[in-house]
Structure formats: structure tokens, C-alpha cells
């Protein structure tokens, strides 16, 4: 006689009775540590609306993701930046190399930032590694997609209102402007080529079609955790057949 439903496997527990780590307290230790060194250097080098851009966002959700052993805090920290991080280390690849793409990694040559400071931005590197691997532990959840539009959204329009436009002239030239770029991927001046409420609009609606949902399908698709679906059973992603 087949069972009613299917029942997910339990997750192993020790002899205590506590569900066993999916993520080794070394790993946690190490990126809490760099988040503890990298929080009051960029807090004093760029002031806090530094912590407005995506990628810095996704890091310190990352370690939160890390320690919670969060599926759904890691998912939305890898939809939001795995694409936009491979375009930040060719920008990165291409200043190195004595060429400019889009301009997005200047202030990492720049000498009036401190070599320190701009080092530990080297984080942009390996966090898209970081957060595949978490994810190979966690599973990917379906509804990072959403919570990450919501939260880039928030961002956006916090940087759009609140923040110093592209061109402006700070007493503090380490504060940044043009947070993710609402103003256009030039910091000496906004975009002309198009109404500005109507770019900000634009940007978030390409960002959703060219980046969130390409890498939410993707890695839906690697790393989905198979789940209960009334009485029928959800086939595992490819990665997780290959276990």
C-alpha cells in the first residue's frame, strides 16, 4: 500500500538531539571575522550609506544567512549579486589589464583610498564562490527571487531620494554617490538620455529581467531542495541527483 504522502528526509541530529551543521563553525568564524574588520574601516572611509549598495548589503545578509543556516537569506544574496559581481570582477580584470569597460571597479586604483581599505573589497571576488558553496549546503529557496526584488527595490529607491547624486560635490570625496547607480553609470554627472523617475524605473525592471530571474531559473534549477507537493514528489534538481 502507497503512503498518503511523501515526508521529507529528518535532518541528522547529534546524540544531544540538536540537528547536525551544514555549515562548519570555522567557515562562520572566518567571514564573521572579516564582516567585524570590514564594518568600522568602511564605515569610516565611506560613511554608512556605503552599506546601501547591493553587494554590501548581500555580504552582511550573508553572514546572517550563515549563522541562522538560512536557505532563504543565502538564496536572495546569490540572485541578487552572482551576476553583477562576475560584471564587477571583469571591470576589475580590465583596469588590471589597462583597459575600461564600465568604470565600476575606478575607485580600486584610486591612491586616496587607502590600499587596506580597497583590499578588503576584494570581497566581491569571493562571495559569488562563497554563496554557491552555501548553497550546495542549504539548497536554493524558490522564494529568493521575490524577497530579493523586494529588498533591491527598497535599496534603489532609498539611494534614488536619500542619497548624493551622481556629480555631487562632498567635502568628503570617499563618500559615495550614485548608489547603485540610479543616476547612470557615470559618477561625474547624472544621465540626460532619459527622464530620470523613468531611468529609475527602467534600471530596476532591467535588473529584474537580466539579472534577478536568469540566475533565479538557474539556480532554481541546481541546487532546488526536493519538497513535499501534496501526494506527489517533487523531482530532485540535477546537482542534487549527482550527490
Known amino acids: 500500500m502507497k503512503p498518503a504522502a511523501t515526508v521529507r528526509q ?6 544531544g538531539g540538536k540537528p547536525v551543521a551544514k555549515i562548519s563553525l570555522a567557515a562562520k ?36 544567512g550563515m549563522w541562522l543556516e538560512n536557505s532563504l537569506l ?28 564600465l568604470g565600476l571597479t575606478g575607485y580600486m586604483f584610486d591612491p586616496h583610498i ?3 581599505t580597497r583590499g578588503l573589497s576584494l570581497f566581491h571576488g569571493w562571495l559569488p564562490i562563497l554563496l554557491v558553496w552555501l548553497l550546495f549546503r542549504l539548497g536554493y529557496d524558490k522564494r529568493a527571487l521575490w524577497a530579493w526584488s523586494g529588498l533591491a527595490t527598497g535599496l534603489v529607491l532609498v539611494c534614488y531620494f536619500f542619497t548624493p547624486p551622481a556629480g555631487a560635490h562632498l567635502a568628503d570625496p570617499n563618500i559615495p554617490v ?8 557615470n559618477d561625474q554627472q547624472p544621465q540626460h538620455w532619459l527622464n530620470q523617475n523613468l ?20 539556480l532554481r534549477r541546481l541546487f532546488g531542495r526536493e519538497t513535499p507537493h501534496g501526494n506527489r514528489k517533487v ?5 542534487m541527483q549527482m550527490k
Open 235 to 239: 523531482p530532485q534538481p540535477i546537482l
Open 29 to 64: 568564524l572566518a567571514v564573521t571575522a572579516f564582516l567585524a574588520v570590514l564594518l568600522p574601516v568602511y564605515l569610516h572611509t565611506y560613511g554608512p550609506t556605503n552599506f546601501l549598495w547591493f553587494c554590501d548589503a548581500a555580504l552582511i545578509l550573508t553572514v546572517a
Open 114 to 116: 587607502p590600499l587596506f
Open 10 to 15: 529528518a535532518r541528522p541530529v547529534t546524540a
Open 199 to 218: 531611468y529609475v524605473v527602467l534600471l530596476l525592471g532591467v535588473l529584474w529581467l537580466a539579472a534577478f530571474l536568469p540566475t533565479h531559473l538557474l
Open 178 to 185: 550614485n548608489l547603485n547607480y540610479v543616476y547612470g553609470f
Open 74 to 101: 543565502i538564496s536572495l544574496c546569490a540572485v541578487g549579486i552572482l551576476l553583477p559581481q562576475c560584471v564587477w570582477l571583469a571591470d576589475f580584470g580590465g583596469h588590471l589589464l589597462g583597459f575600461h569597460l
